[in-house]
């Protein structure tokens, strides 16, 4: 795929970084050594997406370009190399569904699923209402709460058709939940709640 089909047709004439995203870059940009600035660059990216309603325009790619004193070019493979960042306009709800082998094997097929019953829309494409656009991705890093569905910034996790549908439902009049485990799981623990070696030693002494 050429990054020119990756980019939105319909560019904004101007981009410029507001006070509270001055201050932000300001901050990431002092966490790496003079001339090193560069290594900020998807700190800024994200600032910039985070600013224009989850979408990053050109003229934002060439304003951290210029901030970072790189090639805009150099900025731009960064931008689209990562599924985080979005050239191109997406819903108010960015709808990401991990397809890795322990989201799969747990159900996310189910999600997808849900997802296509309600919305009618596949990987790539944003609701006809405007509300909800989707990706399919590879590991989100949450396996041992699998399977995963990403809502913007935030992790929903061992989701099944019907939480799934619950949380579009809510998303759809601007409701958002509470993020997390949808079956109260703390953490990385068990399905049947926290477990410790000293619980396990005393459940088989009461079992002798």
């Given at each position: 795929?050429?990054?020119s089909?990756?980019?939105a047709?319909?560019?904004?004439?101007?981009?410029?970084?507001?006070?509270?995203?001055?201050?932000?870059?300001?901050?990431?940009?002092?966490?790496?050594?003079?001339?090193?600035?560069?290594?900020?660059?998807?700190?800024?990216?994200?600032?910039?997406?985070?600013?224009?309603?989850?979408?990053?325009?050109?003229?934002?790619?060439?304003?951290?370009?210029?901030?970072?004193?790189?090639?805009?070019?150099?900025?731009?493979?960064?931008?689209?190399?990562?599924?985080?960042?979005?050239l191109?306009?997406?819903?108010?709800?960015?709808?990401?569904?991990?397809?890795?082998?322990?989201?799969?094997?747990?159900?996310?097929?189910?999600?997808?699923?849900?997802?296509?019953?309600?919305?009618?829309?596949?990987?790539?494409?944003?609701?006809?209402?405007?509300?909800?656009?989707?990706?399919?991705?590879?590991?989100?890093?949450a396996?041992?709460?699998?399977?995963?569905?990403?809502?913007?910034?935030?992790?929903?996790?061992?989701?099944?058709?019907?939480?799934?549908?619950?949380?579009?439902?809510?998303?759809?009049?601007?409701?958002?939940?509470?993020?997390?485990?949808?079956?109260?799981?703390?953490?990385?623990?068990?399905?049947?709640?926290?477990?410790?070696?000293?619980?396990?030693?005393?459940?088989?002494?009461?079992?002798?």
């Amino acid at each position: 795929m050429s990054i020119s089909t990756l980019i939105a047709e319909n560019q904004p004439e101007t981009f410029s970084f507001t006070s509270e995203s001055e201050a932000e870059i300001k901050q990431q940009i002092a966490k790496y050594p003079a001339g090193r600035q560069a290594s900020a660059v998807k700190s800024l990216l994200y600032i910039a997406q985070k600013q224009n309603d989850n979408w990053i325009p050109m003229r934002a790619v060439e304003a951290v370009a210029e901030r970072l004193e790189m090639p805009v070019m150099r900025v731009l493979e960064v931008a689209s190399f990562y599924s985080m960042f979005n050239l191109k306009p997406v819903g108010k709800w960015y709808l990401q569904v991990c397809g890795t082998t322990p989201c799969m094997l747990r159900g996310a097929d189910d999600i997808s699923r849900c997802i296509k019953d309600k919305l009618k829309i596949a990987s790539g494409e944003t609701s006809a209402c405007g509300k909800f656009s989707l990706l399919e991705v590879e590991c989100l890093g949450a396996c041992v709460n699998a399977p995963i569905l990403q809502v913007n910034d935030d992790f929903y996790e061992d989701m099944d058709y019907q939480a799934t549908a619950r949380l579009l439902d809510e998303l759809a009049v601007d409701n958002k939940p509470e993020f997390g485990s949808v079956i109260g799981r703390q953490g990385s623990e068990s399905e049947d709640g926290a477990t410790t070696l000293k619980a396990v030693k005393k459940t088989a002494s009461r079992s002798k």
